[in-house]
Structures are given as C-alpha cells and as structure tokens.
C-alpha cells in the first residue's frame, strides 16, 4: 500500500512564504501524477496545484503566479512553493497522487494533510 506523508506546514504572517514536501513510499510513484489539495473550516476540499509524471504543472487560478509545484524523482518528493501568502490559504493541506501519468477522475493516494495558518 503506498503512502504520502507531507511536512512543512506551519504558522507564518501574510505575505509569507511556506514550503511543503511530501515523501511518497516508494519509487511507484515517480510514474505518476501528482498534486495538492487544500481544505479551509466550513468549505469543501479544493484542487491547488498538480504535476503529471512528466512534470506538467498546472494550478487553481487562485494560487497561480503565487504558487509552484515541483517533483524530484530521484527522492520520490513533490513540493509545493508557496510565496505571497494570505490568509484566504489557510487550510490542511494534502499531497494526493493518481494511480497513472496523468490527471483522471480522482486521486488514489491519499496524505495525512498539513496544516497552513497564515496571520493578517
């Protein structure tokens, strides 16, 4: 059973930057496609920031310009950059990966999430 396990999170003041990583059990993993998924109190859980194995991003044009996805094979991580943060991004974060190279339907990984807090 694969796993994802994200760290990263944290308390920072608006106009801050974050970094998040999130590990991946296994070298499967490189094959697919993967993302970030945010979840605010109150609101349902919204797609940020994905990558295909072949390291297309693509973002929510809420984050877009502000954030950056990347992988590194090699360390079976994907991270996500996050500058010029506000308090509207405050939220669990999730890493989640799809069981192919490409973004279908829904993710089939899962991560425990993150917590980001971001302070006016």
């Known amino acids: 059973q694969g796993q994802l396990v994200e760290s990263g999170g944290g308390l920072v003041q608006s106009g801050g930057s974050l970094r998040l990583s999130c590990v991946a059990s296994?070298?499967?993993?490189?094959?697919?496609?993967m993302g970030w998924y945010r979840q605010a109190p109150g609101k349902q859980r919204e797609q940020v920031a994905t990558?295909?194995?072949?390291?297309?991003?693509d973002y929510a044009p809420s984050v877009k310009g502000r954030f950056t996805i990347d992988r590194d094979n090699a360390k079976n991580t994907v991270y996500l950059y996050m500058n010029s943060l506000k308090p509207d991004d405050t939220a669990i974060y999730y890493c989640?990966?799809?069981?192919?190279?490409?973004?279908?339907?829904?993710?089939?990984?899962w991560g425990q999430g993150t917590q980001v807090t971001v302070s006016s």
């Open positions: 989640a990966a799809w069981r192919g190279s490409y973004i279908v339907s829904q993710p089939g990984y």
């Open positions: 296994d070298n499967r993993f490189a094959q697919y496609a």
């Open positions: 990558i295909t194995s072949g390291s297309r991003p």
